[in-house]
């Protein structure tokens, strides 16, 4: 466009020459040629568009079957620790929507899936379908955990608060992410010492993903009876029923009461987040990292007394 | 290993104290295969105390939909019949003992990390302020248990000193015996782990266990 206007320009200054009739032919052609170009260029990025999409889905099943891999659902007791790199990976690539749609798949397939008749005796035939169904059901909790931030906020906003098609879907993610991350961040984010930034950064990010969670029938009061899990369907196991609150209202589990989450965070500040292990840096990278732990303590601080 | 070696090794042995700090009886109850004592013999500066068992359960924690089994305890009292086996009454009951004993049998490995923490979890439940001295030196030495493994056991101790004064020994489960000197306050502030406010439903079980007289 500038190119063009650099034309007239100069067209201007030179009019009546020989040179202009040339220049009109090429002006007059140019907003065709542009559309065409225009048209190339939307092609090209309708092209690239494709080429990301089969790349991201490419990449979601490449994850999924690291997810699934034998020697990662092998143990999934208590914690299925082997699924978790796949679902971070996979946290990384999918979209909300999918998420829950995968959240519905497993949820259906857990419920559903039976041996047949001949089988349906068959002790060992039993063990490999309540182990197929556990490994669903952990990675409905994994993924959910590990999913990042903005695509739960999406969930929430497109599934829940705007009355989406996966709504049900939405409250048994939402239950499975404080259900996973209330147990990680307890057995292990909490139980070792948080001695560093990072680290210390990553317990507050996690326990406000829970925090969000658990805040939501200030929305609406109906969330507190919404938000829960009911995964039916295995064999020989009981069925796994989780819900945020309890009848009386309270937290239905320690593992998920966040204030005192909070609490033990502020004392992780004293107790394992000194300046020792800064000592070798100069003085103002040390300064640069004691006020980035005073702004952390204040977000704690400020999360603690948002329930009080 | 060389004669040195093994010269250098028991001198460094020589500075940790490796001995059981109770002595139980044998009796035919098990849990978990773990067998309960009907008493326990302490050796104090003034002779042997024999302490006797009020209750004894397992503990175990709910891990997502996992139960683990993680350990057995068994309490010994020096005073038992004023142990008052009520969930209110039962913390108050331990003004009237000048010993107790906690003995814990692990089913399930665990690193001195998430021992401390849990423990910390139970005195936070009992509002214990954990900035006192002995406490923080008790929980450390939970913390340098290290690894814990499956069938090793860890023992606390408290004794009420002529003075009011509490005196904590902590064997570890490699054996290796500290003694923490607190407070009054101590000695309840430490029995409230087992018998004050539970932090969570295992918690809840095994002081209902204890206080039945299992």
């Not at chain 1, 001695?195 to 029938?217: F, H, Q």
């Amino acid at each position: 466009m500038k190119r063009l206007i650099g034309l007239m320009s100069i067209c201007a200054l030179i009019q009546g020459c020989d040179a202009m009739k040339a220049l009109d032919v090429t002006a007059n052609k140019l907003p065709a040629t542009m559309e065409q170009m225009n048209q190339k260029m939307d092609s090209t990025v309708k092209g690239i568009s494709e080429t990301n999409s089969a790349v991201r889905e490419q990449k979601m099943g490449a994850y999924l079957d690291l997810m699934f891999r034998d020697e990662n659902t092998q143990d999934l007791e208590p914690v299925a620790l082997g699924m978790i790199p796949g679902a971070i990976k996979l946290g990384e690539v999918i979209t909300a929507k999918e998420a829950v749609e995968l959240t519905s798949l497993f949820v259906n397939e857990i419920h559903d899936q039976r041996p047949s008749a001949e089988d349906a005796n068959d002790p060992a035939v039993i063990k490999k379908y309540d182990h197929q169904k556990m490994a669903k059901f952990s990675a409905i909790v994994t993924i959910a955990g590990f999913l990042p931030d903005e695509k739960v906020d999406q969930i929430i906003n497109d599934q829940i608060i705007n009355s989406g098609l996966y709504i049900d879907e939405a409250y048994t993610f939402l239950m499975a992410r404080v259900f996973f991350l209330g147990t990680f961040v307890n057995e292990k984010i909490l139980a070792n010492p948080i001695n560093s930034i990072e680290k210390m950064n990553d317990a507050i990010t996690k326990i406000e993903s829970i925090d969000k969670i658990l805040k939501l029938y200030l929305k609406d009061p109906v969330f507190k009876k919404l938000i829960k899990m009911d995964i039916d369907g295995f064999l020989k196991r009981d069925a796994i029923s989780v819900s945020l609150y309890s009848d009386d209202g309270n937290f239905a589990d320690p593992n998920w009461s966040t204030p005192k989450l909070w609490k033990k965070v502020l004392k992780a500040f004293d107790r394992d987040l000194k300046a020792v292990n800064l000592l070798a840096a100069p003085q103002d990278q040390k300064d640069e990292a004691l006020k980035k732990i005073n702004l952390m303590k204040a977000r704690v601080q400020a999360n603690l007394d948002s329930w009080k | 290993m060389k004669f040195s070696g093994m010269i250098l090794s028991l001198i460094l042995l020589s500075n940790i104290s490796y001995a059981g700090i109770i002595t139980t009886d044998q009796s035919d109850k098990t849990i978990e295969n773990v067998k309960i004592a009907h008493s326990a013999i302490v050796t104090t500066d003034k002779g042997d105390a024999k302490l006797d068992l009020v209750g004894s359960g397992i503990f175990v924690k709910k891990v997502l939909i996992t139960n683990i089994k993680v350990f057995v305890a068994q309490m010994f009292v020096d005073n038992a019949g004023k142990f008052v086996r009520t969930p209110e009454g039962a913390l108050n009951s331990m003004d009237d003992m000048n010993m107790a004993a906690f003995n814990l049998t692990y089913l399930f490995s665990v690193d001195g990390n998430k021992i401390m923490s849990v423990i910390s979890d139970a005195l936070d439940a009992n509002n214990v302020d954990t900035d006192n001295e002995a406490i923080q030196e008790f929980l450390d030495a939970l913390k340098a248990s290290g690894k814990v493994s499956s069938g090793k056991t860890m023992t606390i101790v408290l004794k009420r000193n002529d003075d009011g004064t509490t005196k904590i020994t902590f064997e570890s489960p490699s054996g290796q015996i500290q003694e923490i000197n607190g407070d009054k306050s101590v000695f309840k502030s430490i029995a409230s782990i087992w018998l004050g406010n539970t932090a969570d439903d295992g918690s809840e079980k095994l002081k209902a266990s204890i206080l039945e007289g299992k």
